[in-house]
């Protein structure tokens, strides 16, 4: 949470001002930047990568390469996502010093819509004034108390970052109040270390944001990986190492060393004064409208705090606009095509509506799925599985979503995004020359079948 420039302060202690002024620290995210960097997308994706990389050295000689050994060395493995963690951590330090941003460390609290107290790590409070302020206070984990089983035992996504070993047994809560699914990143990451995973999902469905017809492909996946899978699940309780789990099926007793949760995070709007400042909390997330004005005129919020995706690709964005609107600008958030990619092996990615949904909301709907196992690169770099899906409205030819299970859904998305952001008919997505052999194809591919 910060005033929306330097210019605006006029703190009631003297504070200095100058470009890349001396930090106060004592914050568990020293150098400005959150859980991202810290917490969550970074170390994450820096433990996937290795796993991804120790997993295809057991394909080697799939595709004709010899080697020996592909054990993970879990400490060497924590260093790395340590150092990863700091180069970021200071690449957005030193972003916000090149800026002339002064960062004061410390817990911010709202006395109203124009002012607000810092209480500094060391103890002392700065009181600062702004002409508007921009709110992005991120989420909190809502952690499950579970009758029988001990506290710290039940690890959210951070705890399991820091372990020191891989613990034999997991069990992995897919639920969550948010669309992120990244309980499957975490039961894949630990079924890939090692772990005896079950993955609890409390719906039919695995992802409800992912297109239904691509389901039981990441169920296969997880399958692949020795991933237990009870669906319409619901945690009854434990004793010591042993969950049991009611499920679609009856009930289960599970192994579970520990109970991990990745999704459940919400909104933090407690207790940074909000209610001081005049600014309307729904749905337990900040109201903004697209221009992240909250109802108190000045106020701005984005990311977590405001709900909605809760993904740090729709964070960064609507930070962009809250800064330019703060600032005297125009601007509106588009969120309603964020992607989102799981880094599991196939990847798991989807951007905008999946069939069923926008049977819901379009008239006409139009699908296309490709089978990527005919896809060139993705049988070139070893990829054997996957399907990517497009759905468009069949009267408009206005692209609704694209959902994918298969090699580089990532770079898929990219398109897709981009291609959604452009307003892009499929008939203007099948005129795209893509490289070949690339996993683009496939998505222009099925732009074609769309445009015929
Ligand atoms: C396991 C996991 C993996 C994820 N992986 C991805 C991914 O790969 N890609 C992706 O796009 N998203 C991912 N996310 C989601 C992503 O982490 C969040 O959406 C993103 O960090 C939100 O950014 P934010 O700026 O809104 O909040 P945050 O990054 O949480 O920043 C909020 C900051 O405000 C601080 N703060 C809170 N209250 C106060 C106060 N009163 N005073 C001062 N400071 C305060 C907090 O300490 C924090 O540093 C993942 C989430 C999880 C849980």
Redesign the pocket.
């Known amino acids: ?1 910060w005033p929306s420039s330097a210019e605006d302060q006029r703190g009631t202690r003297p504070h200095s001002r100058r470009p890349g002024a001396a930090r106060r620290s004592c914050s ?2 020293p150098s400005g930047s ?3 960097v810290h917490w ?2 970074i170390p ?2 820096v433990l996937l990568a290795s796993v991804h990389t120790s997993l295809e050295a057991r394909e080697l000689a799939f595709v004709g390469v010899l080697t020996a050994g592909d054990d993970v060395d879990l400490r060497a493995l924590r260093d790395r996502r340590k150092s990863m963690v700091r180069v970021l951590a200071g690449g957005v330090a030193a972003a916000l010093r090149h800026a002339g941003v002064e960062v004061l460390e410390g ?3 709202l006395g109203s819509p124009s002012a607000l107290t810092v209480g500094l790590c060391d103890g002392e409070t700065v009181d600062v004034e702004a002409r508007s302020v921009v709110v ?4 909190r984990w809502l952690t499950p108390s579970l009758p029988g089983i001990a506290a710290d035992r039940i690890l959210t ?1 951070d705890l399991v970052q820091a372990l020191d070993t891989v613990p034999a047994s997991a069990l992995v809560l897919g639920d969550g109040p948010a669309d ?1 699914a ?1 309980a499957i990143e975490y039961a894949f990451l630990l079924a890939a270390l090692g772990s005896a995973v079950t993955l609890a999902v409390p719906g039919e469905l695995l992802i409800p944001a992912l297109d239904a017809e691509l389901d039981e492909a990441v169920a296969a996946m997880l399958a692949t990986f020795g991933i237990e899978l009870l669906r319409g699940a619901e945690v009854l309780g434990g004793q010591g190492a042993k969950a049991t789990v009611s499920h679609a099926g009856g009930e289960a007793v599970v192994a579970a060393d520990v109970v991990v949760v ?1 999704d459940r ?1 919400v909104p ?1 709007v407690d ?2 004064g909000l209610a001081a400042a005049g600014v309307e909390v729904a749905g337990g997330a900040i109201a903004v409208d697209s221009s992240c004005r909250t109802s108190s005129p000045g106020v701005f919020a984005a ?3 405001a709900g909605g995706a ?4 729709a ?1 960064l964005h609507a930070g962009d606009v809250a800064g330019t609107v703060a600032a005297g600008g125009s601007a509106r958030t588009r969120l309603e095509a964020v992607p989102h990619v799981l880094h599991t092996l196939p990847l798991v990615g989807w951007i905008g509506q999946g069939e069923d949904a926008a049977r819901r909301s379009a008239a006409d709907v139009a699908v296309a799925i490709v089978d990527l196992a005919t896809n060139a690169r993705a049988v070139a770099a070893g990829g054997r599985d996957g399907y990517l899906k497009v759905v468009a409205d069949a009267a408009t030819g206005e692209i609704l979503g694209v959902h994918v299970v298969g090699p580089a859904a990532d770079e898929i998305l990219a398109v897709a995004g981009t291609a959604m952001q452009a307003e892009l008919t499929v008939a203007d997505v099948a005129a795209i020359v893509p490289w070949h052999p690339s996993l683009t194809e496939s998505l222009v591919q099925a732009a074609r079948l769309l445009a015929q």
């Open positions: 949470m568990p995210s959150g859980t991202c969550s997308c994450t994706n817990r911010a609290t992005a206070a991120g989420a996504a992120t990244f990745a995070r933090s207790g940074i990311g977590d705090v809760m993904l740090t690709a964070a």
